[in-house]
């Protein structure tokens, strides 16, 4: 493939998406809302006019938050009425082409995680927004499981007798109490306050909320390190950047590892960077055959700073 | 190495240690209780007089249910004054032979699971016994993490907010609520009976305890699925026996797949056989040359049927 490409290289959220386009050597970064018309014909019908760029696609990488198997979405609790349905049927028709890749988001995450710290070989990449979720690196490899949905922490109990119902149908979900929907749906159930924005975080309420989170973000992270022995992990995801949160997940991280076994455990924070599509980049960037220069302007557009602990 | 072997194939637990006692084509299987005398010293001496069958050894395999690196016992919650002692050395000593091999008992247990199971490809085999541990399978092989640490279940965090202090050092751990120690702690604890045996089982206080501590296992093993998208979990140890726990532990490993991912999940209970025993067996058998009589001897042991889910 010359440097005449025409390509996407996708990160699907539950609130934005965030993508590349990439054409004639150059990298664009964009982004747009994702669409919420309760109706999944509507909702491609939208972002079909959306990736509407005129012309026939080299290809496309696609990060995906949700469980897909055969092209089918078959779990993705923040949009349940996509689910049944064949993406990539779907994107074929819209970007024209069958060189379509759907990956997991987290997996795609761990990717990233891979790529900024080769020297990690095994290591937990765990997001935090809409909702939550992680990939994970086992013996420098991707570990996707068995059916391939390994990862889902957001679905992890961590409050075992609670008779809150979380969308993925279980009770008591990590992503309940510590995701940022979780928490902006807590602050609003306890305050009455349904204003859709980012305020909640700065309320004396708010902020008891966000340091609960952390801590169950953080007791659950510890329970992963002890399970799988991991001495990396890097968090990603927009509710990192609130303070309160950031600083309480890293330190209930480290005072849990201290309290037992000690390892020479690592957390690094990169809530600046879509570590998601960057993770599709990397895929993109081994799958097809991307010029030197296009390579280049893709991966510019990811700092490779974190915050460590 | 020819009929004429002398060895030992040992399972320390917290409370007994069983053991087969390979000689001549033979092979006996023993147990003697673990020494409580609160000092390491005192403790090896008794073992020490237990081992003592008057000759060099010509091997010995040992599954240990503590954390040891470079021989050395780095963590044994339930024993901590054994902690800091190179156990690999006294074990040399006490057997007279350089040919010792140690093995984490849990991942001991999870090589007799891939013996027994050999078609799972991924598998958590989890021991409920005084204390709670794990072996994990992946791609057909022990996972045993960064440091060799991974699977301690019994210190993964199930009780977020709890003040109760685990031996491992933090709060809140799966060991303090459905483990066989933790569970008659409990109970001691709500009863003031301080009667050291298994009838507080049978009481209606106890009853509540185990159908609790089943609920914290099954979803400490649902969660472990879920992370790593595993479809086989075998379970062993005693409190299996008991059909309240045993029960409530898989109905709600099920019903909490159902809910979610619906995988082809099995979970097998092997209570009935020493997990860790055969393990270590299977690794003598790999690791040094017995003579076929005796394999079928040692194999012979262990029964291979269990309850399934």
């Not at 891979?114 to 095994?122: E, G, L, T």
């Not at 480290?254 to 809530?271: A, G, N, P, W, Y």
Request: glycine letters at 8%; one cysteine or more; hydrophobic letters at 40%.
């Amino acid at each position: 493939m010359s440097n005449n490409i025409r390509a996407f290289i996708i990160d699907i959220g539950a609130s934005k998406i965030e993508y590349l386009f990439l054409h004639n050597e150059k990298c664009i970064k964009m982004n747009i809302n994702t669409p919420t018309k309760m109706d999944f014909e509507e909702d491609m019908e939208q972002l079909s006019n959306s990736f509407n760029f005129g012309k026939k696609t080299t290809f496309v990488v696609i990060a995906f938050p949700g469980i897909i198997k055969n092209g089918v979405i078959v779990k993705w609790p923040n949009k349940p009425y996509w689910e049944g349905n064949n993406i990539i049927e779907r994107f074929i028709q819209m970007f024209d082409t069958k060189s379509i890749l759907i990956v997991e988001d987290c997996n795609a995450g761990a990717m990233a995680s891979k790529y900024i710290f080769p020297d990690c070989s095994n290591s937990l990449f765990i997001n935090v927004g809409t909702g939550i979720g992680s990939g994970i690196i086992l013996n420098q490899n991707l570990y996707s499981g068995e059916n391939g949905f390994a990862g889902e922490f957001g679905h992890i109990v961590v409050d075992y007798f609670s008779d809150d119902i979380c969308s993925c149908g279980r009770t008591g979900c990590l992503q309940l109490v510590a995701s940022g929907k979780g928490m902006a749906s807590l602050y609003k159930k306890s305050t009455n306050d349904q204003t859709d924005n980012t305020k909640w975080m700065n309320h004396s309420i708010g902020k008891k909320i966000l340091y609960k989170g952390a801590i169950y973000l953080g007791k659950s992270i510890a329970n992963t390190v002890n399970l799988l022995d991991i001495n990396n992990v890097h968090i990603s995801g927009s509710v990192l950047k609130n303070d309160i949160y950031r600083k309480q997940a890293l330190d209930t991280v480290m005072q849990e590892e201290k309290k037992f076994l000690s390892r020479k455990l690592s957390v690094v924070i990169t809530s600046e960077m879509n570590s998601s599509l960057l993770g599709a980049c990397i895929i993109a960037i081994n799958k097809f055959s991307i010029s030197a220069t296009t390579k280049k302007n893709v991966l510019a557009n990811f700092p490779r700073d974190g915050e460590m602990s």
